[in-house]
């Protein structure tokens, strides 16, 4: 199994400011299957970025996601007050699929 | 549009069974890979298993192997999952999820999700 480990845990950010959250695997992502995932209470998961780094549909330009192998960073370049949420990598490369236990991003 | 939605959750007592079902419309459902994925209250995101379109099995959670089993009928365009021997640990949200394109992911559509509450 692969297991992914998301930190920090918690990121305490300003909006306008850039947010950069990491996701390290326990062994490499193959075919690039790396995604992010987009979440606020009491709603579903919304997909962000997948392949590493490929925006969905409609997600704006300020969302980028990079990294090869073992290592994934998510980059929200300005934040804006609708993205402070918490956000999940997930592997879908590899049976189990995974997710990373998240990262919250908090109005400092 | 693509939409799925979820039934049958509710509170059960541990040990039982419940069975969960999603349907599916706005897209050609045996075309596609579809999972369940469950979230307890305040926690991550864990894959609970998936199932290819033709109906093979993509595997399950360690975590609920043995207990549960995903199954699809492509006529009536349905996910289901049964879950027996349900343990209070299996309280979540559980959702019915469609891949982007036709690959295992990543997961571009979500159901609303259905709560299963086990508890005595």
């Known amino acids: 199994e692969i297991v992914l480990t998301q930190s920090p845990g918690t990121l305490s950010l300003s909006p306008g400011e850039r947010a950069t959250l990491s996701c390290r695997a326990s062994q490499s992502v193959s075919n690039t299957y790396l995604a992010w995932y987009q979440q606020k209470p009491g709603q579903a998961p919304r997909l962000l970025i997948y392949d590493i780094s490929t925006r969905a549909t409609g997600i704006p330009d300020r969302f980028s996601g990079s990294g090869s192998a073992t290592d994934f960073t998510l980059t929200i370049s300005r934040l804006e007050p609708e993205d402070f949420a918490v956000y999940y990598c997930?592997?879908?490369?590899?049976?189990?699929?995974?997710f990373g236990g998240g990262t919250k991003v908090e109005i400092k | 549009e693509v939409q799925l939605v979820e039934s049958g959750g509710g509170l059960v007592l541990p040990g039982r069974s419940l069975t969960l079902s999603c349907a599916a419309s706005g897209f050609s459902f045996d075309n596609y890979v579809m999972h369940w994925v469950r979230q307890a209250p305040g926690k991550g995101l864990e894959w609970v298993s998936g199932m290819r379109a033709t109906g093979g099995l993509l595997g399950y959670a360690d975590s609920v192997k043995g207990r549960f089993t995903v199954s699809r009928d492509n006529a009536k365009n349905s996910l289901y999952l049964q879950m027996d021997s349900l343990r209070p640990d299996d309280t979540a949200f559980y959702y019915c999820?469609?891949?982007?394109?036709?690959?295992?992911?990543?997961?571009?559509?979500w159901g609303q999700g259905a709560l299963v509450t086990v508890s005595s």
């Open positions: 997930h592997q879908y490369a590899t049976s189990p699929l995974t």
């Open positions: 999820v469609r891949p982007h394109s036709g690959g295992w992911g990543p997961f571009r559509f």
